[in-house]
Structure formats: C-alpha cells, structure tokens
C-alpha cells in the first residue's frame, strides 16, 4: 500500500509543477521592461529635498559612519523635530519642483498623443495601400488561396 500512495503523491506532484507553471506572474525584469524611460521622473517630496541637504551636513560631521539606516533614522528625527517654518524652504523647493514637473507630464502626455496618432495615421495609409492592391488582384483575375 506504501507504494501506491507514492506513485500517487508523485503523480500529484507533476501535476502541480504544470500547474505553477502554466499560472505564472510576470518577472520583475518583464514589469520594469514596461516602463517607458522617456517619462519624467517623480519630484521628490520636502522630506526628500531635506535630506539632500541633510546627508551632507551629516557626513562632514561623521565621516567615519558608513551606515545609511543611521543617516536616514537621524535625518528623520531631525525632521519630525523641525517647526513648520523651519520646514518652509524644503516646500517651498518640493512645490517648485512639483510644477516642473507637471509641466514635463503634460509636454510628454502630448507627445505620446501625437506619437499614437501618427501611428494611426500610417495604419490607415498601409490599409489603403493594402485595399488597392487587393482590388488591382481582383480586376486582374488573381486571386491567392489560403488553404495551400
């Protein structure tokens, strides 16, 4: 009896490799080979333009520390201790950035509208080409078949 239990599990086994294998997600490299490296990137939030600032401050005055996470954990604390008018700069920077960068999303938004047009443009003249030929191979008596 041990046996065929064996045989069984095994079977079941290979079952479940063609299963996995049949519902597999995508790879991190096949998302990433999605994205479209002309986009603009991102603006960096006031916290993040603190800590630009922040990190050089920092590492002249540690430069033997070589840890980022005791960089990160004091630029933090430093942060959540700044009053709002001392957090004023960094907004106001963040904020300038904000509208450059919408300014790029709407300039790249309307180049892949054009881009998508054009390419709908030359669809519709290859169809037209395409259509001609058709019509030239059936005045003539030419007619190819399919199922050869």
Same mark, same amino acid.
Do not use: G, H, I, L
């Given at each position: 009896m041990k046996g065929a239990k064996s045989k069984s599990a095994k079977a079941d086994s290979k079952l479940a490799v063609k299963k996995g294998a049949a519902s597999k997600k995508p790879t991190k490299?096949?998302? &990433? &080979? &999605?994205? @479209?490296?002309?986009?603009?990137?991102?603006? &960096?939030?006031?916290?993040?333009?603190?800590?630009?600032?922040?990190?050089?401050?920092?590492?002249?005055k540690h430069p033997n520390n070589k840890s980022v996470a005791a960089v990160g954990k004091a630029g933090g604390d430093k942060w959540k201790s700044m009053s709002t008018a001392e957090k004023a700069p960094y907004v106001a920077?963040?904020?300038?950035?904000?509208? @450059?960068? @919408?300014?790029?999303?709407e300039a790249y938004n309307r180049k892949q509208a054009g881009g998508a047009a054009n390419e709908d443009d030359s669809d519709k003249s290859r169809s037209e080409v395409n259509d001609e030929n058709d019509d030239e191979e059936e005045e003539s008596g030419e007619e190819e078949d399919d199922d050869e």
């Open positions: 490299k096949e998302k &990433a &080979a &999605a994205k @479209d490296p002309n986009k603009p990137k991102r603006p &960096a939030s006031a916290f993040f333009v603190f800590m630009e600032e922040f990190r050089k401050q920092y590492k002249e920077k963040a904020e300038k950035r904000k509208t @450059d960068y @919408d300014k790029q999303m």
